[in-house]
C-alpha cells in the first residue's frame, strides 16, 4: 500500500509570495492532518479535515489555510510567506477522524515538503 | 497549553546496548504515540499505546503508558547502527479543542557507534 504522497519535496519562494502544497493520503485514509516541523518550534499542528471539512486548527495565523477535496487529497496554501515560514509541513492521514470512537487510528505521515522562503 | 518534555535531548551509544528515553506531560493524554525520523524522511510511527498501565513490543522497542496517562517511556535493546535517527514522543486528547492533534516531545538524537 503506498503511503502518504506529498509534492512537491522541496520549494524556494520570496517573502510576499504564496505556496499551495499537496498531499495524497494513503489510499483508504479519509482524515488528512498537516503539520509545520522546525528546528526552534519542533512538530506543530496545523489542522485536520476530515469529509472535506476543517476539524481542528493549531495556533498558527490566517495566513495557513487548507481544504481536502471528496477524494481525501488535501492542500494546504501560506500566503504572504514570510522568512520564519520556512520549515518542513508534513501531512499525515488516518483511517478516522481523531475522535474517540476512532482512538486506535494512528497518523502515518509523508516524507514532507521543504519550504525555503528567502 | 499542554506541554511535552522528552529526555534525554540527544544520546551516544555503543552498537549493542540498551536505550532509554522518556517523555512526561502536564496533563493526561488518551494515546501515546512513539516515532522516529530520518534524515529527508517524515515521522514513521513505531508504536502506538492506548491504555495506561499498557505495555507493547514491537521486535526490540518496548514502551509503555505510564499509569498516570502523564507519562510514556520507549527503550531499544541491543542498538545496532540503523537505530540512528530522532525518536518522538507524541501525545493524543481526543474530544474538544485537542480533536485530532498530536503533541510532539521536543525528540531524542540517537547516535550509533558500531
Known amino acids: 500500500k503506498a503511503g502518504v504522497t506529498q509534492t512537491p519535496r522541496y520549494l524556494i519562494k520570496t517573502r510576499g509570495q504564496q505556496v499551495t502544497l499537496s498531499c495524497s493520503p494513503i489510499s483508504g485514509h479519509r482524515s488528512v492532518s498537516w503539520y509545520q516541523q522546525t528546528p526552534g518550534q519542533g512538530l506543530q499542528f496545523l489542522f485536520e479535515y476530515f469529509s472535506e471539512t476543517q476539524r481542528n486548527k493549531g495556533n498558527f495565523p490566517g495566513r495557513f489555510s487548507g481544504r481536502q477535496f471528496s477524494n481525501s487529497r488535501s492542500e494546504m496554501n501560506v500566503s504572504t510567506l514570510e522568512l520564519g515560514d520556512s520549515a518542513l509541513y508534513l501531512c499525515?492521514?488516518?483511517?478516522?477522524?481523531?475522535?474517540?470512537?476512532?482512538?486506535?487510528?494512528?497518523?502515518?505521515f509523508g516524507n514532507g515538503t521543504r519550504l525555503t522562503v528567502t | 497549553g499542554q506541554q511535552l518534555n522528552q529526555s534525554p535531548q540527544s544520546m551516544f551509544i555503543q552498537e549493542g546496548e540498551d536505550v532509554s528515553m522518556n517523555c512526561t506531560s502536564s496533563?493526561?493524554?488518551?494515546?501515546w504515540l512513539w516515532y522516529k525520523q530520518e534524515p529527508g524522511e517524515g515521522p514513521v510511527l513505531l508504536i502506538a499505546?492506548?491504555?495506561?498501565?499498557e505495555l507493547t513490543s514491537n521486535g526490540r522497542l518496548t514502551a509503555q503508558f505510564g499509569i498516570t496517562r502523564k507519562d510514556s517511556f520507549l527503550n531499544i535493546s541491543a542498538s545496532i547502527p540503523s537505530d540512528v535517527g530522532i525518536y518522538f514522543c507524541a501525545g493524543q486528547l481526543f474530544g474538544g479543542t485537542s480533536y485530532g492533534k498530536l503533541t510532539f516531545g521536543q525528540g531524542t538524537i540517537l547516535t550509533v557507534h558500531p
Open positions: 496533563s493526561i493524554f488518551n494515546t
Open positions: 499505546l492506548y491504555k495506561a498501565g
Open positions: 499525515a492521514s488516518r483511517s478516522r477522524p481523531g475522535t474517540p470512537s476512532s482512538y486506535n487510528s494512528p497518523l502515518h
